[in-house]
T-cell receptor, first 118, second 111 residues
Framework: NAGVTQTPKFRILKIGQSMTLQCTQD?????MYWYRQDPGMGLKLIYY???????DKGEVPNGYNVSRSTTEDFPLRLELAAPSQTSVYFC?????????????????FGPGTRLTVL | QKEVEQNSGPLSVPEGAIASLNCTYS??????FFWYRQYSGKSPELIMS????GDKEDGRFTAQLNKASQYVSLLIRDSQPSDSATYLC???????????FGTGTQLKVEL
């Protein structure tokens, strides 16, 4: 298993451009997440999904969009890139062990995408 | 008040010593707690999870949970230079769907 994969690893955008960050997992996990991490900071949740066709906003969703058409893929779309979106983006996936949502939620992270907006 | 708080450090300990990392959280109904290790330029990796009050040991790592005090800690015994990293405390929130992370504590293990 490759686990959680993300592409690209690095990207430089100009202000106003758009792009899609790709995330794929091969662990058949129901839950998928997008985080951003600014220097010296913890992880901030952008969007998450509990299954195909279901997405919800996290703590910092403005300027981003997501879709979840399959269990494996969870792309993050940036429209009209701004310098404030310069960050490292991590995708993660998890599953509710034993079918009980609140009992356990180990998240597995992808390697990250380092995005710079100039 | 931040939902999950950690001292940013850096916390410096000599090789072979015990490193103690602390975390407090604000949501009293939280039930699941996690410690992630993150090396510079890398993604977080889970090293410990704890759900019940008390201690949980795994090799050189011990997680401690006190729900009454809303306090989680991570002890690293016999610290090694390879333990030098940022340690992120995470708490399961939002009905079990979401993790809220602290800002992390940077640990430096010195020779």
């Amino acid at each position: 298993n490759a686990g959680v994969t993300q592409t690209p690893k690095f990207r430089i955008l100009k202000i106003g451009q758009s792009m899609t960050l790709q995330c794929t997992q091969d662990m058949n996990h129901n839950y998928m997440y997008w985080y951003r991490q600014d220097p010296g900071m913890g992880l901030k949740l952008i969007y998450y999904s509990v299954g195909a066709g279901i997405t919800d906003k996290g703590e910092v969703p403005n300027g981003y969009n997501v879709s979840r058409s399959t269990t494996e893929d969870f792309p993050l779309r940036l429209e009209l890139a701004a310098p404030s979106q310069t960050s490292v983006y991590f995708c993660a996936s998890s599953y509710p062990k034993g079918g009980v949502v609140s009992s356990y939620n180990e998240q597995f992270f992808g390697p990250g995408t380092r995005l710079t907006v100039l | 008040q931040k939902e999950v708080e950690q001292n940013s450090g850096p916390l410096s300990v000599p090789e072979g010593a015990i490193a103690s990392l602390n975390c407090t959280y604000s949501d009293r109904v939280s039930q699941s707690f996690f410690w992630y290790r993150q090396y510079s330029g890398k993604s977080p990796e889970l090293i410990m999870s704890i759900y019940s009050n008390g201690d949980k040991e795994d090799g050189r790592f011990t997680a401690q949970l006190n729900k009454a005090s809303q306090y989680v800690s991570l002890l690293i015994r016999d610290s090694q230079p390879s333990d030098s990293a940022t340690y992120l405390c995470a708490v399961l929130t939002g009905g079990g769907n979401k993790l809220t992370f602290g800002t992390g504590t940077q640990l430096k293990v010195e020779l």
